[in-house]
């Protein structure tokens, strides 16, 4: 299952109403140094490493080069990191990146390098392979090494140690093993963005093309999309436009696409669990119920389908192809926030052409909070690294303001610049240079801004950690900067129509929202015969999902749920469903808890 992650993977930045860089989802960003200049505190570009400046550098040697092999379950990308990212670690540490991404390789090689005993020197893994990593002793032991760190020890307390603890069975002893990814440093109950994760989002030209009907319903929402397609069936270079594409290859215990678009009807499927929707009420429902928001959704994408509206890429294509399409403005509908930060800017936004959220009449969001705690990933250092103090060293540079400018905001004097107040803003570089790729000069290591972004794709502290300098988050689409620039005709346009200053202003005071606290904690490893059920329950789920979105007709659409339900019984359905209802549970208990201690 892929976390929003996804979701990092994801995270660009410009405005809601009308820029949004990605950054995390994509590709990690970049950014400068802290203090100005374009890499103070790190070594001169081309100069490489002795021993760097920042906490934990101090006495390490760096003289001699050190290639890290990083098992990352977030990435979309295999193989070393290069471009300007790959250039500043080679320079400032002396390190080079050698990814190895299971989204690219396919789930086995999890299976093979765990068999072997050594998953990879830097990991970023899931809760549930935390879980079995630790007693298998390939997990190292990060208590004392933390504790030296400029950065990462400032979260020891507040956010690391409760997450580790939570892991009591694996973890009598409370030792660090893990640091969660993505942690804010907001509170366990605050929701800081001003769009949800996953809500309708189109294009805001094409949709008054149409002359902006009322969307009531799904659909609603697809005569509006066929519309649309009659009008707009091509960009102005003739590539061809699809109202809906969808994508394998980040399908997890389900289908990717439909587990989020059931976001708006309240339910959403808990990281840890692929059997089972859950509410903000608390009521769990199995995916393969015939009332389940997993079934209606899949009903929507065959409906769309048999009108001609999802893209017949979608079933050969990866997540690369989509993300071309999205920076041509080739599809009509987006469900991701940070998927408007393929093509809106603000260039654009003054010309009333960007991505917006288009609500539609009787969806009901569900919405996990900032994530206090983590985001259900974490980092954590293989028991068989060599030169850990290095990793460490670079974690907790990761964590530092410099590292995470550099991955948010790209770099400075480039990307952003100062203000005379102190504070950042964009440059008109940095305000496209992740849309057009824009070329990087030499002395940072030349090539595309975009393809030299960092490929890790995810983060310890996330970019709604607020930089003690600025004072502001590290996400530019809430710099006091950005905020004004973006106050563009497009956004202006929406803000008008919709009465509301953001779309969560606007979903919450139309109570259309559940913002629950975001949950991140140990709920138990699968037993090896529940680990086999639930990846043959997985797969034969998303296989069959997939047929039905394209079954010829309704009988067949039919016919393949009823034997969807009677075939995942004879795979160990109940079994499996028994353990993630109990996950579930846990995850409800503790939301009313941090809700009662708010």
């Not at 990191?81 to 299971?102: R, S």
């Given at each position: 299952?892929?976390t929003?992650?996804k979701?990092?993977?994801?995270s660009?930045?410009?405005?809601?109403?009308?820029?949004l860089?990605?950054t995390?989802?994509?590709s990690?960003?970049s950014?400068?140094?802290?203090?100005?200049?374009?890499?103070a505190g790190?070594a001169?570009?081309g100069?490489?490493?002795e021993?760097?400046d920042?906490?934990?550098?101090k006495g390490?040697d760096h003289s001699k080069p050190?290639?890290i092999?990083?098992?990352?379950n977030a990435?979309?990308y295999?193989?070393?990191q290069?471009?300007w990212?790959g250039?500043l670690?080679?320079?400032?540490?002396?390190?080079?990146l050698?990814i190895?991404?299971?989204?690219?390789?396919?789930?086995q090689?999890?299976?093979?390098?765990?068999?072997?005993?050594?998953l990879g020197?830097?990991?970023?893994?899931?809760?549930?392979q935390?879980e079995?990593?630790i007693?298998?002793?390939m997990?190292m032991?990060?208590?004392?090494?933390?504790?030296?760190?400029e950065?990462?020890?400032q979260?020891v307390?507040?956010?690391?140690?409760?997450?580790n603890?939570?892991?009591e069975?694996?973890?009598?002893?409370?030792?660090i093993y893990?640091l969660?990814?993505?942690?804010?440093d907001t509170?366990?109950?605050t929701?800081?963005?001003?769009?949800p994760?996953?809500s309708p989002?189109m294009?805001?030209d094409y949709y008054k093309?149409?002359?902006?009907?009322k969307?009531?319903?799904?659909n609603d929402?697809?005569?509006?999309l066929?519309?649309?397609?009659a009008?707009y069936?091509?960009?102005?270079d003739?590539?061809?436009i699809?109202?809906?594409t969808?994508?394998?290859?980040?399908d997890?215990?389900?289908m990717?696409n439909?587990?989020?678009?059931?976001n708006?009807y309240?339910y959403?499927?808990p990281?840890?669990?692929?059997?089972i929707?859950?509410?903000?009420?608390?009521d769990?429902v199995p995916i393969v119920?015939?009332n389940?928001?997993y079934k209606?959704i899949l009903q929507?994408?065959?409906?769309?389908?048999k009108?001609?509206l999802?893209d017949?890429?979608?079933?050969?294509q990866?997540?690369?192809k989509v993300?071309?399409?999205?920076?041509?403005?080739?599809?009509?509908l987006l469900w991701?926030?940070?998927?408007?930060?393929f093509?809106n800017?603000?260039?654009?936004?003054?010309?009333?052409?960007g991505n917006?959220a288009?609500?539609?009449?009787d969806?009901?969001?569900i919405?996990?909070?900032?994530a206090?705690?983590?985001?259900g990933?974490?980092f954590?250092i293989?028991?068989k690294?060599?030169?850990?103090?290095?990793?460490?060293?670079l974690?907790?540079?990761?964590?530092s303001?410099?590292?995470?400018r550099?991955?948010?905001?790209?770099?400075e004097?480039f990307?952003?610049?100062?203000?005379p107040?102190?504070k950042f803003k964009l440059?008109e570089?940095?305000?496209?240079?992740f849309?057009?790729?824009t070329?990087?000069?030499a002395e940072?290591?030349?090539?595309?801004y975009?393809?030299?972004?960092?490929?890790v794709?995810?983060?310890i502290?996330?970019d709604?950690v607020?930089?003690?300098?600025?004072?502001?988050?590290?996400?530019?689409?809430?710099?006091?900067?950005?905020i004004?620039?973006?106050?563009?005709?497009?956004?202006?346009d929406?803000?008008?129509?919709y009465d509301?200053?953001?779309?969560t202003?606007?979903?919450t005071k139309?109570n259309?929202?559940?913002i629950v606290?975001?949950i991140?904690?140990?709920l138990?490893?699968?037993?090896?015969d529940?680990?086999?059920?639930r990846s043959q329950i997985?797969d034969?789920?998303k296989?069959?999902?997939?047929?039905?979105?394209?079954a010829k007709?309704?009988a067949?659409f039919?016919?393949?749920?009823?034997?969807?339900?009677s075939?995942?019984?004879?795979?160990?359905?109940?079994?499996?469903?028994?353990?993630?209802?109990?996950?579930?549970d846990?995850?409800?208990k503790?939301?009313a808890?941090?809700?009662a201690?708010?």
């Amino acid at each position: 299952m892929k976390t929003h992650i996804k979701l990092g993977r994801k995270s660009a930045l410009l405005l809601g109403t009308t820029i949004l860089l990605v950054t995390t989802a994509l590709s990690g960003c970049s950014g400068n140094s802290n203090n100005g200049g374009a890499a103070a505190g790190t070594a001169e570009p081309g100069t490489p490493t002795e021993s760097s400046d920042p906490g934990t550098s101090k006495g390490i040697d760096h003289s001699k080069p050190l290639t890290i092999t990083v098992f990352d379950n977030a990435a979309n990308y295999q193989g070393e990191q290069t471009g300007w990212y790959g250039k500043l670690l080679k320079d400032k540490f002396n390190i080079t990146l050698n990814i190895l991404a299971p989204q690219v390789a396919g789930d086995q090689l999890y299976k093979t390098r765990s068999a072997s005993g050594d998953l990879g020197d830097l990991l970023i893994i899931e809760n549930s392979q935390l879980e079995e990593l630790i007693p298998a002793g390939m997990i190292m032991d990060l208590t004392d090494m933390i504790k030296n760190t400029e950065h990462l020890s400032q979260y020891v307390d507040n956010h690391f140690k409760p997450f580790n603890v939570a892991f009591e069975k694996q973890n009598p002893d409370g030792k660090i093993y893990a640091l969660p990814a993505f942690t804010a440093d907001t509170s366990p109950t605050t929701f800081s963005e001003e769009l949800p994760y996953s809500s309708p989002i189109m294009p805001w030209d094409y949709y008054k093309g149409i002359g902006a009907p009322k969307l009531n319903n799904l659909n609603d929402l697809m005569t509006a999309l066929k519309d649309m397609q009659a009008k707009y069936p091509k960009t102005p270079d003739g590539k061809p436009i699809v109202p809906i594409t969808l994508w394998k290859d980040w399908d997890g215990g389900s289908m990717e696409n439909v587990r989020w678009l059931s976001n708006w009807y309240g339910y959403e499927q808990p990281n840890g669990t692929t059997t089972i929707q859950l509410n903000a009420k608390g009521d769990i429902v199995p995916i393969v119920d015939d009332n389940s928001m997993y079934k209606k959704i899949l009903q929507f994408y065959y409906d769309a389908n048999k009108m001609g509206l999802v893209d017949p890429d979608s079933p050969s294509q990866d997540w690369n192809k989509v993300s071309e399409k999205l920076t041509n403005k080739q599809v009509l509908l987006l469900w991701y926030s940070w998927q408007r930060g393929f093509y809106n800017t603000i260039e654009r936004g003054n010309q009333g052409d960007g991505n917006v959220a288009v609500p539609i009449g009787d969806t009901h969001l569900i919405q996990n909070s900032d994530a206090y705690f983590g985001n259900g990933r974490v980092f954590a250092i293989g028991s068989k690294a060599k030169e850990p103090e290095r990793i460490m060293e670079l974690m907790d540079w990761m964590s530092s303001p410099e590292g995470l400018r550099y991955y948010t905001n790209g770099f400075e004097g480039f990307n952003y610049e100062k203000t005379p107040d102190g504070k950042f803003k964009l440059t008109e570089v940095g305000q496209t240079a992740f849309q057009e790729n824009t070329p990087v000069p030499a002395e940072y290591g030349g090539g595309g801004y975009q393809d030299g972004q960092s490929k890790v794709n995810s983060m310890i502290m996330s970019d709604f950690v607020t930089d003690p300098e600025t004072k502001e988050f590290y996400n530019s689409t809430y710099w006091a900067s950005t905020i004004e620039a973006n106050k563009t005709a497009l956004t202006t346009d929406w803000q008008k129509t919709y009465d509301a200053t953001t779309p969560t202003e606007y979903y919450t005071k139309n109570n259309m929202i559940d913002i629950v606290p975001n949950i991140n904690t140990s709920l138990g490893s699968d037993s090896s015969d529940v680990k086999n059920k639930r990846s043959q329950i997985s797969d034969y789920v998303k296989n069959t999902s997939w047929k039905m979105i394209f079954a010829k007709d309704q009988a067949e659409f039919d016919q393949l749920w009823t034997k969807l339900k009677s075939d995942v019984e004879g795979l160990g359905w109940n079994d499996v469903f028994a353990v993630d209802k109990e996950r579930a549970d846990k995850i409800v208990k503790m939301r009313a808890d941090a809700v009662a201690n708010k």
